[in-house]
């Protein structure tokens, strides 16, 4: 299975956030999930890889070249894919996973969230499952956001239902491959 996790290049404020991303990172390869994400060693992207790695993790990073001065690309993942544009490296993270995971983020973390969200509802790919790691509420506000979107009909309910929420990544985890697997999703994490 792929699951790609959104995320962001910085650490946040509390410590919790880098703990739970090596934790993720640590149990991503226990659980042979390969992680599909955007490419940097930097801030929460970079804890969450180098866990995967130093756990004999696979890891699949997206970087787009020379977009980003104050980030460097993880050469030691896996396999690491250049794109030219950073709409290329979104249109990859978008495709190339089974389901996603979204962590404690800034806008770029949103954007990505909300890309996929339409992607789904307009058909551009197909519906997988979306988690969002909600610690200490940090998404309440989102998800009454597309809880309202969906009551006033300014979105496709089926949509909103499909993104997990959960303030614990291992239950969030468990869903998010339980959801894959009902979707058609075998155990050894292909279709």
């Known amino acids: 299975m792929k699951l790609t996790v959104f995320c ?7 410590n919790q956030y880098q703990l739970v991303a090596k934790q993720l990172g640590t149990q991503l390869a226990a659980r042979h999930i390969e992680l599909v994400y955007g490419g940097s060693q930097s801030g ?5 890889s180098q866990a995967a790695l130093d756990n004999n993790g696979d890891v699949l990073g997206i970087y787009p ?3 980003f001065k104050s980030e460097l690309p993880r050469h030691n993942a896996t396999r690491l894919i250049t794109t030219k544009t950073i709409d290329e490296r979104k249109k990859l993270l978008l495709t190339e ?3 996603f995971l979204v962590f404690p983020g800034g806008i770029g ?3 990505e969230l ?3 969200l339409s992607w789904m509802d307009i058909g ?7 988690g969002v790691l909600n610690m200490n509420g ?5 998800r009454q956001l597309l809880d309202t979107c969906s009551e006033e009909q300014f979105m496709n309910p089926a949509i909103v239902d499909n993104c997990l929420f959960s303030n614990n990544y291992q239950d969030l985890l468990e869903d998010i491959v339980n959801e894959a697997v009902q979707n058609g999703l075998d155990a050894a994490g292909s279709n």
Do not use: C, H, V, W
């Not at 962001?8 to 509390?14: I, Q, T, V």
């Not at 929460?44 to 969450?48: E, F, L, Q, S, W």
């Not at 940090?138 to 989102?142: A, N, Q």
């Open 97 to 99: 996973a089974d389901a």
């Open 44 to 48: 929460i992207m970079g804890t969450i």
């Open 109 to 111: 973390t949103l954007e």
């Open 114 to 116: 909300m890309q996929a």
């Open 138 to 142: 940090y998404y309440d506000s989102l």
């Open 8 to 14: 962001g290049s910085r650490f946040g404020r509390a």
């Open 65 to 67: 070249e020379n977009l």
């Open 124 to 130: 551009l790919i197909k519906t997988k499952p979306m």
